[in-house]
């Protein structure tokens, strides 16, 4: 029978333990391990049958259990303590309570994914992750952002395999009742909604989840409401589920949406207005467009609002593959916003920055990154090759610029640690080191661990992980149609003295699933070999309209089918924050293979480096950063690496073939002798050439674990990431900001008609000609050269702009390289709009030396040089 109607009954808990609804409602839980320990201890099955989900847990206790732990003094107690350990942690001043006035009030961070935990699934990937994390470091640091998302009824989908290894997706609805998350409400107990008008006359209405993540809230907009029609309430049905249509609506009710959600929040909680926005990737980009909206609807002009917008907003951009940005019809967009859903703003603008009209762009497109960058003053990668592939790949958008003057930087991501690290690293932590080490995360001091003792930890996670594998991997058999009986060889699968090798993420094709198996007759002996075998742990989802992705499933599962290889290698169906947990902890070893340089950062390598683990890399995202010689190792690339000689370059397979091999390599030749005790002189980390006796501890690798842990350990954390988006771009945003909004808007008005200005004027200026005066035939190092150039600044005034000589090496063809740049001043005012500047530059390095001057524009409310991309170079 179906029921008609649903209903999740709460628990009512017995006074004494009334604080565990507070535990259980705040996400905090979730990487504060001595909380999840209460509740694991309350009822330890009921735990493990709610998939460590507090909520659930509590709903599904017993009444006699609660009476049991409300009259168990112990346990009260230890109760009492922890809900004022958390009391304290949301109240009491941190790191960013430091900072003074000049830090925002609030930043509102926009994400179309946020992955906090398993209990809350709404996530497909590293993205996801990011967010959370985001979220996460910013309650642990004070940092007081409001995080705004969607709420999916499904969250992303569930994978299984059939019987022949092809992926299968479903889709489990969610039932936000059972989530740790309220719904916000007006003061008559009435559901806060938010409506947007659709074509048609139809209206698109949400309400308004509020999950607490420490001490950060998280706004998650739901279209699943009585009063949408069938087509509304689908529209927050699954997270990147839909395309074209489906997809706008989704990015518009975020954007959009969640500006007006932020308005409701304000209002119901007296939260102050955020200073500044940052979009998490493209897709909330429409959050601008609300933001313009609301100023033109107080009178400000199109140039004025988007000025006032773009000074508080930061865009980050996290994918270096075309096919990874949303793109819209251009024709789609505006037929959706000519319903209304931004009167006082000129849809023809709105149309405008997100089209691709530059070189290569299809100008019948809106492009939602290029909206991103044009909405935002301030925008960065998330690796710095990612940034630099960044810049190059938006080069475009500032035409007349050098690649390196593109107006995006990078903050390398990080991760939470206290998510990632697992609790036994912890334990051994505190025990061999101390309390306050562990506190004030003295990642240097792992030298000190003993190497037993380390060892020690690390075959107990992996021995942790491989009983988790042996249970997941009798569950996908059964799912695949096995019967029990079949299954026994299960019990056996993976050995915890083995070498294992970890590879989980999703599944596009660029981070190369499969690499592995390019010469499977060599996996195989690296498998199997009699006395140094690996043992390799493979997940990830496909995205479930990429047939190529799934093929790579079925290829890498089929072969891990193989009776003679299967105690050796396993793939693990429907990769998630719970495997996750597990899975980075037990592996000795993390591979990356993507095809460099389209991983734009990658944190999965840093969950494991903060455990104890290698990794072995494409120099690629992070790690082409953070990789020294002695933290693991790198896998060459087959194509030439920009300045370097080679100019070979090979074709798609050629390189899987070489990178392949080179990953074979590594593995046979380096990796596993020094994991099985081999001392390998001029390995990385050795001390030098050795023999050590065969019983003996892997000395080099521990020694190698200790660097990983010591040095990337602070370096891969979340609150270096967060403290350095403070640092770089949130003041900075904030102090552009409160400069364009002070006296009514004045500065914001006024930079907007100069901007307009220089625009109207740019045609009419020149650089006329330049000479340089003072150079003998023979120039020497620390000789001067006078410039001068004759600028014509047409209806400009010299105010508006700054005239510079870029000069310094100089190849063949007359580019310049390792330049700098000198400013030049006004010397002669020549009439009619014409300049003479004059500056002097000193040569400092021999060989050929080259010049050139520039104008630009010049305004104190820019935050580069290229922002207009306005130049005009001689
Ligand atoms: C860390 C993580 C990712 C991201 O991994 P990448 O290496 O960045 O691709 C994806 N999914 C889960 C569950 C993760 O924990």
Redesign the pocket.
């Known amino acids: 029978m179906k029921a008609i109607r649903r209903f999740t009954v709460r628990t009512v808990l017995p006074e004494t333990i009334a604080p565990l609804a507070r535990l259980a409602g705040n996400l905090r839980w979730s990487w504060h391990e001595p909380t999840r320990q209460l509740f694991q201890d309350l009822d330890p099955e009921i735990w493990d049958a709610s998939g460590h989900d507090p909520i659930r847990a509590l709903g599904s206790v017993s009444r006699q259990t609660l009476e049991r732990i409300s009259s168990d003094t112990a346990l009260v107690e230890r109760i009492r303590e922890l809900d004022e350990n958390l009391e304290h942690y949301l109240t009491a001043p941190r790191w960013y309570q430091s900072l003074g006035e000049d830090a925002p009030r609030l930043i509102a961070y926009f994400s179309p994914e946020y ?1 906090i935990s398993a209990v809350l699934p709404q ?1 497909s ?2 993205l996801g ?1 990011l967010a959370g994390d985001h979220l996460k470091s910013a309650s642990d640091l004070g940092v007081p952002l409001v995080g705004v998302g969607l709420l999916y009824q499904a969250g992303y989908f569930k994978q299984s395999l059939s019987r022949d290894g092809w992926q299968q997706e479903t889709y489990p609805v969610l039932d936000p009742n059972g989530l740790p998350l309220t719904l916000l409400r007006e003061e008559d107990g009435t559901p806060a909604r938010i409506s947007l008008p659709l074509p048609n006359g139809r209206h698109l209405m949400a309400q308004i989840w509020r999950a607490d993540v420490g001490r950060v809230p998280l706004l998650l907009l739901d279209a699943d409401v009585r009063g949408n029609d069938d087509a509304a309430r689908g529209i927050t049905d699954r997270l990147y589920g839909g395309g074209g249509d489906h997809r706008l609506q989704q990015e518009l009710l975020l954007g959009m949406g969640g500006v007006k959600a932020l308005r409701v929040f304000e209002r119901l909680t007296g939260a102050p207005a955020p200073e500044v926005f940052h979009t998490n990737e493209g897709h909330a980009g429409f959050l601008g467009v609300e933001r313009i909206r609301e100023l033109m609807d107080t009178g400000m002009n199109w140039e004025e609002a988007l000025t006032t917008a773009r000074a508080s907003t930061i865009f980050t951009t996290h994918t270096p593959v075309p096919a990874g940005i949303d793109r819209f019809d251009a024709s789609v967009v505006r037929h959706f916003l000519s319903a209304g859903l931004a009167q006082s703003v000129p849809t023809n603008k709105v149309i405008a920055l997100g089209t691709e009209d530059y070189e290569g762009g299809d100008p019948n497109m809106f492009n939602m990154a290029v909206m991103g960058l044009r909405l935002a003053q301030r925008a960065n990668g998330v690796a710095k090759l990612h940034g630099q592939v960044s810049r190059e790949m938006f080069s475009g958008l500032w035409p007349g610029f050098d690649v390196s003057e593109v107006p995006i930087t990078s903050v390398t991501n990080g ?1 939470h640690v206290p998510t990632w690290v697992d609790p036994e690293v912890t334990a051994l932590a505190k025990q061999q080191l101390g309390d306050a080490a562990v506190h004030d995360r003295e990642w240097s001091r792992a030298y000190e661990v003993t190497d037993e003792a380390l060892w020690d930890l690390r075959r107990r996670m992996r021995s942790n992980l491989i009983a988790d594998v042996r249970h997941r991997v009798r569950a996908a058999w059964l799912k695949r149609g096995a019967s029990d009986a079949q299954l026994g060889w299960t019990d056996d699968v993976l050995d915890p003295d083995i070498l294992t090798i970890g590879f ?3 599944v596009p094709t660029y ?1 190369r699933l499969t690499l592995m198996l390019r010469d499977p007759a060599r996996l195989k002996a690296l498998l199997l070999h009699p006395t140094r075998p690996v043992q390799v742990i493979v997940a990830g989802k496909s995205h479930p309209a990429d047939e190529m992705g799934k093929r790579m499933i079925q290829d890498l599962v089929q072969f891990t089918d193989d009776p003679e290889v299967r105690h050796r290698i396993v793939f693990l169906p429907n ?3 719970a ?2 947990r597990t899975l980075f902890p037990g592996c000795d070893v993390w591979l ?1 293979n993507p095809i460099r340089p389209l ?1 734009a ?5 840093m ?1 494991s480096a903060i455990n104890g683990g290698l990794n072995v890399s494409i120099m690629d995202g992070w790690w082409d950063e953070m990789y020294d010689g002695a933290n693991g190792w790198a896998i060459p690339s087959a194509n030439p690496r920009e300045g370097t000689q080679t100019r070979e370059v090979h074709t798609a397979d050629q390189r899987d073939d070489i990178e392949a091999a080179a990953l074979y390599d590594l593995l046979e030749n380096t990796v596993t002798p020094l994991f099985y005790g081999a001392e390998l002189p001029g390995a990385a980390g050795a001390a030098g050439p050795s023999e050590a006796p065969a019983d003996s501890l892997p000395r080099q690798w521990l020694e190698m674990v200790k660097h990983t842990l010591a040095e990337l350990g602070p370096e891969v954390s979340a609150s270096r990431m967060l403290r350095d988006y403070v640092n770089r771009l949130y003041m900075p945003a904030c102090q552009s900001g409160r400069a364009a909004a002070a006296n009514q808007y004045q500065a914001a008005r006024e930079l907007a008609a100069w901007i307009q200005k220089v625009r109207d004027g740019w045609a009419g200026v020149s650089v006329e000609h330049v000479d340089s005066i003072g150079i003998s035939d023979a120039p020497q190092i620390g000789d001067s050269l006078n410039i001068q150039a004759y600028v014509n600044l047409g209806s400009l005034k010299p105010s508006d702009v700054v005239v510079e000589v870029a000069y310094g090496k100089v190849s063949e063809t007359d580019r310049l390289s390792d330049y700098q740049f000198q400013d030049l001043s006004v010397s002669e005012d020549l009439s009619s709009g014409r300049y003479l500047y004059a500056g002097s530059i000193r040569i400092e390095q021999a060989g050929p030396f080259g010049y050139t001057a520039r104008v630009l524009p010049d305004h104190p409310g820019l935050a580069s040089k290229a922002e207009l991309g306005l130049v005009v170079n001689a």
């Open positions: 992955g996530y990937g590293g992750i991760v989980a993420r999703r981070k990769y998630d924050i495997m996750a990356n991983e950062s990658g944190t999965s390598g969950k």
